[in-house]
């Protein structure tokens, strides 16, 4: 099965940097995704890793090392928009996409 | 091009009723996954349907069921309601549901279900 772990809540500054760490375990291993949910929303798209290493996307940039089951997502220049959900998810040989409980993300002015 | 819809976008039921939820995916992708939302338990995976083959399943009981159709809509059906069944239900489209770029869930907006 799948198992994946990431922390409840974290709280940080406008214009700071906020890490958000996911370990996971899974059979069939095919992909990390993190998703950004803000309140009664739908969850969407921010970033996918599938080998070791960082992948930049303007603010964002996500990690992965696939031998310790570790993925996580940087969130650099916060901006009050930022506030929101931020799940992790990871893809078995299957298909199947599983995401963890998700990390709320609390910017402050 | 348009996203994944979802209706109806809200639903009341009762005890001991049965709903069915429906989902139609991007054009052009052909895996839909369904999922449930609640404050306690965050975002819960029920099945994934590729090519009207439910391809894998969740751990949710047999009252909760799912098909999908050669346009590659979905709908997923809950039988005898229960309370601890409110919640939102969320259905993501992806191209073919392996992990290479490109093949990211799309989510639609939710049908939110309050069981009275």
């Known amino acids: 099965g799948q198992n994946i772990d990431q922390p409840t809540e974290m709280t940080a500054t406008e214009g700071a940097i906020v890490q958000i760490n996911c370990t996971y375990q899974?059979?069939?291993?095919?992909?990390l995704f993190w998703y950004q949910q803000h309140a009664g929303e739908a969850p969407t798209f921010l970033s996918y890793?599938?080998?070791?290493g960082l992948e930049e996307k303007g603010r964002f940039s996500s990690f992965l090392s696939r031998s310790k089951g570790y993925s996580y997502l940087l969130l650099k220049e916060l901006q009050m928009k930022d506030s929101a959900s931020y799940l992790c998810?990871?893809?078995?040989?299957?298909?199947?996409?599983?995401f963890g409980a998700g990390t709320q993300v609390v910017v402050t002015p | 091009k348009a996203g994944v819809t979802q209706t109806p976008r809200y639903l009341i039921k009762t005890r001991g009723q049965q709903v069915t939820l429906s989902c139609s995916p991007i054009s052009g992708h052909r895996s839909v996954s369904w999922y449930q939302q609640t404050p306690g338990q965050g975002l819960q995976f029920l099945f994934e349907y590729f090519s009207e083959t439910q391809r894998n399943k969740g751990n949710f009981p047999g009252r909760f069921s799912g098909r999908q159709f050669s346009n590659s809509r979905s709908e997923m059906n809950v039988s005898t309601l229960e309370l601890g069944d409110s919640a939102l239900y969320l259905c993501a489209s992806s191209l073919s549901g392996t992990g290479a770029p490109g093949t990211e869930a799309f989510f639609g907006q939710g049908t939110r279900l309050t069981v009275v």
């Open positions: 998810a990871v893809k078995n040989s299957w298909g199947k996409l599983q």
């Open positions: 890793n599938v080998l070791d």
């Open positions: 899974t059979s069939g291993f095919n992909g």
